[in-house]
């Protein structure tokens, strides 16, 4: 199964996407996480690892002629891949969790994201996963994504909607693009949340919006505090909350434990 996190800027998907890959790798799953936000630099560290991978924007050479270098000879020339096929460089592997990163925006005047966003979507278009593996997918934040036909190639859409009005109009409107293209598996899990009052006031909200919630992670001060270092924690209010998570989104999509 391929999952995308998408959200409004600040959302916490990444947060999210760390949660979710530890859990996953707890329940016996060999994860693939795909950095496909060319923004936000720091999920690398989150997942544990000391430095990120070098991103598979450079395997074809840059962003300059990226179209006539997808069919040249690589990987990413294959009809399908399978992620034992990605070079040791462009992908991190530790216990069964392993990362690979699209392209980051670098420096100023470099252009636009375009390109990150055609190779996201080969990429995953091609991605031949096990049966064993699942893949999680950090989108770019908002919904240009869904423009340049990334998600084209995802079974399920996670939605990370915080209480703030502008992020359930955003997961709204992400909802409603992930279902134009599809995909029957489309769902909200509500994150950042301060009490169980705000929690059923925010669920509501989005129920209202035909938007279905598999989930809720509270505010916990063990994410904050971790998240100075740039980590995750290894217990806490959020881990606790992220199995009910993943038992909702394994029962909705029809995927069993393995083993």
């Not at 693939?32 to 991978?53: I, K, Q, T």
């Not at 990987?75 to 699209?102: F, M």
């Not at 990150?116 to 240009?144: H, P, Q, T």
């Amino acid at each position: 199964m391929k999952i995308s996190v998408c959200g409004k800027g600040g959302s916490g998907k990444s947060t999210v996407v760390a949660l979710l890959a530890n859990e996953a790798l707890k329940r016996g799953y060999h994860v693939l996480v795909v950095d496909s936000d060319e923004s936000n630099s720091g999920l690398f560290r989150m997942l544990g690892f000391a430095r990120p991978p070098v991103p598979l924007m450079e395997l074809v050479g840059g962003k300059k002629g990226l179209r006539q270098k997808m069919g040249q000879p690589s990987v990413l020339s294959e009809t399908n891949i399978q992620t034992t096929q990605i070079p040791g460089e462009y992908l991190l592997q530790k216990d069964g969790l392993k990362l690979t990163a699209i392209g980051k925006i670098l420096q100023s005047l470099e252009g636009c994201a375009c390109p990150m966003g055609v190779l996201s979507r080969e990429f995953l278009k091609k991605l031949d996963l096990a049966e064993d593996e699942l893949a999680i997918v950090d989108m770019e934040a908002g919904v240009e994504h869904f423009g340049r036909g990334v998600d084209t190639s995802i079974d399920s859409v996670l939605i990370v909607v915080e209480p703030p009005l502008e992020s359930v109009n955003v997961g709204q409107k992400i909802h409603e693009l992930a279902s134009g293209i599809g995909i029957k598996n489309v769902w909200a899990i509500m994150n950042k949340v301060p009490s169980d009052d705000i929690a059923t006031r925010l669920k509501a909200e989005l129920e209202e919006r035909h938007i279905e919630v598999v989930g809720c992670i509270h505010s916990d001060v063990n994410i904050f505090n971790s998240s100075i270092e740039g980590k995750i924690p290894e217990n806490g209010a959020a881990v606790r909350e992220i199995k009910e998570v993943m038992d909702s989104i394994l029962s909705r999509a029809g995927i069993p434990i393995p083993g």
